[in-house]
């Protein structure tokens, strides 16, 4: 009705009669996407959005002239006709000829295409007594990443309450220095400064990230080379499209703690000051400390019909089955060079942690309490420890730190498939390989030695008391050794306690080694949340030394089945071992095998996980430790609502017990 008596009106003007229908369909696009540059300037009393205001600001009226081709002195004309029916109109995609119009004629004059306001128009401050429209602009350009137009240029306007100083972004408020995000993931998401990306693009980035190991480098390569359109290239838009990897990251940091909120109900606090590196840590550790305390929200009660079974004992007793399954990766985030530390690096750039980072000025060869001999120096004046130094930089020019990296990534994705720089020399390669110096005191030549790292293989608490030493002090040819500090250490491995169908439980950072104590205490842990129940089962590739271990020290685990998995039971430990044998063999419980005599749980899902989850490696290898677990728990999490989705479908009945 509205476009009909608009029709009726044009056609009784003098020059608006000629408009077509294509014009007033754009008319009214152009005019759905300036909304709120049309309100802003208008006075207090006439900013009602369900009404359109009487008239236009004359940069919009001058845009509006060009960009439709209408004489300026009869756009106030077909506002007066137009205005009802384009307010009430649905807010359309604009066109890439309207994109065009918006470069052509309104940058230049302040408008763009895509302008992101707060969601609020009045102060939401509990405290503040200002109930009239905040007016108050500070408008600024920026870019946007969307998915379907490439990147857009646009304008971002805070808005400021001129009695309590709040300021209104579009992603948030800030006041007294602190940022308080809206409730609900916006469509833009603001990860720089000037740069916002669509929360499609994000969600993009995030869901080949956990199928596809798509790193952020990657991500942002693809971005450009995919979906860019070099929008702004030859532009003279004050920012330019180049996406960073800095970018991906605070976006997928920024979308994972604002949805953790939303499930919790809370808001997200942050910092507005300091640097964009440093203002989600905190609410990382704090998300980090509530899934140790709280465990994994998809996890703790699930129970479905391939990891949870009940079954009629000889005495017609109905008992449950809700095993677990536990295994160690070799995957480790940078860690203090002083064996089993705790404490994080500062920098990953650091060889010592805090408490210990005057061990910098320390000889790095092991027993060796000499200083160095300057600061780029990391030995002390000992002829024989300044060649063990230059051994060790040696080998970053050969081949020996190809094949070392070589040999841990072919089971890792590429961080940047296109990047062509020079290998940096890398020093910690603890993860792959365990290093040593062979003196011949005779000859005084000095060679330098590895083998591979063991890997995750739990062992016993004796076995870890100190550093491992895979060598003794007189190698087989009689020659000396010696050992040396120069890098970072690692942390060991990552140990994970998934249930047989698939749903991972827990993750937890083993830092010296795999001591069957540890792994003790990580389940113990695990399962006394809120909501956890013990598992019935156990199943470990080393529970012959868990077993003893927790019969000794751990009445935790008494009534709970600990058993070798099939695998390493059949392939890995000795027939002769009598513990084993008579306490660990799965064959003992027949509640572990169906009706038919076949092993009803998968016990060797730990391990496929572990392949998945390794895919990360090369991804999460430099991240200092509270970005480390959040990543890691983040993926593990978004992992757990994927496979429940797969069990539903699989008619497997996921459920909560």
């Not at 759905?32 to 940069?59: A, F, K």
Request: glycine share 4%; with cysteine; aromatic share 10%.
């Amino acid at each position: 009705m509205r476009l009909i008596k608009a029709l009726v009106k044009l056609q009784d003007h003098e020059v608006l009669k000629n408009l077509s229908l294509n014009d007033i369909a754009r008319y009214a696009r152009l005019v759905g996407h300036l909304e709120n540059d049309i309100l802003l300037p208008q006075p207090l009393d006439h900013t009602d959005p369900s009404m359109p205001p009487e008239v236009l600001s004359s940069s919009l009226a001058g845009f509006l002239s060009e960009a439709l081709q209408i004489d300026e002195e009869y756009i106030q004309d077909s506002w007066d006709i137009l205005k009802f029916y384009v307010w009430e109109c649905e807010t359309v995609e604009l066109t890439s000829e309207d994109y065009d119009l918006f470069r052509q004629f309104g940058w230049s004059r302040g408008i763009a295409a895509l302008s992101i306001y707060p969601p609020e128009t009045t102060c939401t401050r509990d405290s503040c007594p200002n109930t009239k429209p905040l007016k108050k602009e500070k408008p600024r350009q920026v870019v946007v990443y969307t998915l379907g137009n490439g990147v857009q240029a646009a304008w971002a306007v805070i808005l400021s309450c001129p009695t309590c100083q709040t300021d209104y972004h579009n992603n948030f408020s800030v006041h007294s220095g602190e940022r308080t995000y809206h409730r609900e993931v916006p469509l833009y998401v603001q990860v720089g400064e000037h740069q916002f990306v669509e929360n499609t693009v994000i969600q993009m980035w995030i869901n080949n990230l956990l199928i596809a190991w798509v790193s952020a480098s990657n991500a942002a390569k693809s971005y450009e080379m995919s979906l860019a359109k070099d929008s702004l290239k030859g532009t003279d838009w004050k920012f330019g499209s180049q996406l960073t990897t800095e970018n991906v990251w605070d976006a997928f940091i920024i979308v994972s703690l604002l949805e953790d909120k939303l499930r919790a109900h809370q808001r997200l606090h942050v910092p507005h000051t300091g640097l964009q590196k440093d203002r989600f840590r905190e609410a990382m550790a704090e998300r980090n400390k509530d899934f140790v305390l709280n465990g994994q929200p998809d996890a703790i009660g699930h129970a479905c019909d391939k990891c949870f079974r009940k079954y009629e004992t000889e005495n017609g007793e109905i008992r449950q089955c809700h095993p677990i399954v536990g295994d160690g990766l070799s995957m480790g985030r940078p860690c203090c060079a002083v064996f089993a530390c705790r404490e994080p690096l500062q920098n990953n750039r650091h060889r010592y942690c805090k408490t210990h980072f005057d061990q910098h000025q320390v000889c790095a060869i092991i027993q060796c309490d000499k200083p160095v001999t300057g600061s780029d120096s990391k030995t002390c004046s000992n002829p024989e420890h300044k060649e063990f130094e230059r051994k060790n930089k040696e080998k970053g020019a050969s081949n020996f730190i190809l094949k070392e990296r070589f040999r841990h990534t072919q089971a890792s994705q590429p961080v940047d498939t296109l990047a062509t720089q020079e290998i940096d020399q890398v020093e910690d390669v603890e993860e792959t390989t365990i290093e040593w110096f062979e003196v011949d005191d005779v000859t005084k030549a000095v060679r330098l030695r590895s083998q591979a790292n063991p890997g995750t293989v739990g062992t016993s608490e004796e076995d870890v008391l100190s550093p491992p030493d895979p060598c003794p002090s007189k190698s087989a040819t009689g020659n000396r050794i010696e050992k040396a500090q120069f890098s970072r250490r690692r942390t060991h491995n990552e140990q994970t306690l998934v249930r047989p169908c698939g749903i991972i439980f827990a993750r937890a950072t083993m830092f010296g080694a795999e001591a069957v104590s540890n792994f003790l205490v990580m389940v113990q842990n695990a399962f006394s949340v809120p909501g956890a129940k013990k598992p019935e089962h156990i199943f470990y590739d080393t529970n012959c030394l868990a077993r003893q271990q927790a019969e000794k020290s751990f009445p935790w685990f008494k009534g709970i089945g600990m058993c070798v998995d099939v695998w390493h039971f059949l392939n890995k430990h000795q027939t002769t071992h009598k513990y084993c044998q008579e306490n660990c063999n799965p064959i003992m419980y027949p509640e572990l095998l169906d009706e038919f005599g076949k092993w009803f749980f998968n016990t060797s899902v730990a391990e496929q996980i572990n392949a998945w989850l390794q895919g990360y490696h090369s991804i999460c290898r430099e991240m200092l430790p509270d970005k480390f677990d959040f990543f890691l728990d983040e993926m593990i999490r978004r992992r757990n609502v994927e496979h429940l989705k797969k069990l539903a479908d699989q008619g497997q009945n996921p459920r909560v017990v």
